[in-house]
T-cell receptor, first 114, second 108 residues
Framework: DTGVSQNPRHKITKRGQNVTFRCDPI?????LYWYRQTLGQGPEFLTY????????KSRLLSDRFSAERPKGSFSTLEIQRTEQGDSAMYLC????????????FGQGTRLTVV | AQRVTQPEKLLSVFKGAPVELKCNYS??????LFWYVQYSRQRLQLLLR??SRESIKGFTADLNKGETSFHLKKPFAQEEDSAMYYC??????????FGAGTILRVKS
């Protein structure tokens, strides 16, 4: 599968622990997006990168969340001091910076905070 | 704020019946709209976009700026169309604003 890859696929953690997710985009894509999806809702935008620069962060992204894309390739999303409300599916997508290009999504990382 | 509304959580139809999945949006500029689909145990994928004005898997969607709608239609539903469908609006920076989604269930 040469699409967007996310690891791990599932993560169960205790409240208060830190977690980190990884996203490997399609190799030639310079834009990378993180979304969060809770039960019964569509994906909600969290942040996006163009190459290694983080260009926008949603107000949904509290101080406990941090995302990086150090070399403009893969990205990590870290959540510190997890809370039960962080339980969700975290989706990564990538695209080219060009008009009329589509975003390709990964299969997501499902986080459960107990 | 930009919003996308999909009023139906679930739409259940019989095989061969017409399908219409509703989507309404609010956007201050010139909107670019999409339909994404998620089949069981698969990732979210693009179904179609309004600027292409194409038919994919028999589905079409017309942007109606007067009614701020982008409904997804198919004249004859097939069982393999059963999936979750999301309407989405593209914002600045190519990020997407999604509706809550509609489950389409096609019964035999």
């Amino acid at each position: 599968d040469t699409g967007v890859s996310q690891n791990p696929r599932h993560k169960i953690t205790k409240r208060g622990q830190n977690v980190t997710f990884r996203c490997d985009p399609i190799s030639e894509h310079n834009r990378l997006y993180w979304y969060r999806q809770t039960l019964g809702q569509g994906p909600e935008f969290l942040t996006y990168f163009q190459n290694e620069a983080q260009l926008e962060k949603s107000r949904l992204l509290s101080d406990r969340f941090s995302a990086e894309r150090p070399k403009g390739s893969f990205s990590t999303l870290e959540i510190q001091r997890t809370e039960q409300g962080d339980s969700a599916m975290y989706l990564c997508a990538s695209s080219l910076e060009a008009l009329r290009t589509e975003a390709f999504f990964g299969q997501g990382t499902r986080l459960t905070v107990v | 704020a930009q919003r996308v509304t999909q009023p139906e959580k679930l739409l259940s139809v019989f095989k061969g019946a017409p399908v219409e999945l509703k989507c309404n949006y609010s956007y201050s500029g010139s909107p670019e709209l999409f339909w994404y689909v998620q089949y069981s145990r698969q990732r979210l994928q693009l179904l179609l976009r309004h600027i292409s004005r194409e038919s994919i898997k028999g589905f079409t969607a017309d942007l109606n700026k007067g009614e701020t709608s982008f409904h997804l239609k198919k004249p004859f539903a097939q069982e393999e169309d059963s999936a979750m469908y999301y309407c989405a609006l593209k914002e600045y920076g190519n990020k997407l604003v999604f509706g809550a989604g509609t489950i389409l269930r096609v019964k035999s």
